[in-house]
Every structure is written in structure tokens, then in C-alpha cells.
Nanobody, 124 residues
Framework: VQLQASGGGLVQAGGSLRLSCAASGRTFSTYHMGWFRRAPGKEREFVSGISWRSTSTYYADSVKGRFTISRDNAKNTVYLQMDGLKPEDTAVYYC??????????????????WGQGTQVTVSS
């Protein structure tokens, strides 16, 4: 499957962005999806995950209450609504897909497919 992330940009602190991740392939609806980010000079970190039926969602503590993950299986797309953005949210954001749930959404090694990333820059 191929993943294409979009929606990044430059926004002021307190602003909002919505990231999208469009997937190719007919089996998208069965994949567990996640968002990760990598800030300059830092390790990649988990941001959010969603189960294949949207029954379960997960968030890193740093974004809980500000970010919302969702998906539309009819459109083969997963979203990340980011509100209340802070300068520390500046990073390249990546979407990723797990073919089979491997017990965790936060472990990057559990994902089979990755998108190319979209840059989010939050100015103070």
C-alpha cells in the first residue's frame, strides 16, 4: 500500500491544521493507522493511532486534548486534526499503517507502511 500525507504548512501558535493521509489499495479499511513526527535533532515519536473500525484511538500525552485522529474508510483516508498548535509541535509528520495489530500503536517498528511526511511549522 502507498501512503500520501498532506496538509502541513506554517501556522501561528494557537492555530490549527488538518493533516490527511490518503492510502492506495483496497485493504485500507483493515489497517490500523498511526501518525508519528520527527522534530529537528530529535527521535521520531508517536503522536496518535486509530483502530481499523475507529473504535479505539490513542494519543501521546503531549497532544492529548489538542489533536484528534479520525478516518474515512470509504475515502481510504486518515486525518489528524491539530488544534492549539504550539511551537514544540513543529516537525515532519508521517502517517503509517499496520496490516495486523501487533499489540501497540506507539511502536514504529509495528508498522508496515509509511508515508513520505508533511512539514508542520508553528511560529511563536
Amino acid at each position: 500500500v502507498q501512503l500520501q500525507a498532506s496538509g502541513g504548512g506554517l501556522v501561528q501558535a494557537g492555530g490549527s491544521l488538518r493533516l490527511s493521509c490518503a492510502a492506495s489499495g483496497r485493504t485500507f479499511s483493515t489497517y490500523h493507522m498511526g501518525w508519528f513526527r520527527r522534530a529537528p535533532g530529535k527521535e521520531r515519536e508517536f503522536v496518535s493511532g486509530i483502530s481499523w473500525r475507529s473504535t479505539s484511538t490513542y494519543y501521546a500525552d503531549s497532544v492529548k486534548g489538542r489533536f484528534t485522529i479520525s478516518r474515512d474508510n470509504a475515502k481510504n483516508t486518515v486525518y489528524l486534526q491539530m488544534d492549539g498548535l504550539k511551537p514544540e509541535d513543529t516537525a515532519v509528520y508521517y502517517c503509517a499503517a499496520q496490516e495486523y495489530y501487533r499489540g501497540s500503536y506507539s511502536q514504529g517498528s509495528h508498522y508496515n507502511y509509511w508515508g513520505q511526511g508533511t512539514q508542520v511549522t508553528v511560529s511563536s
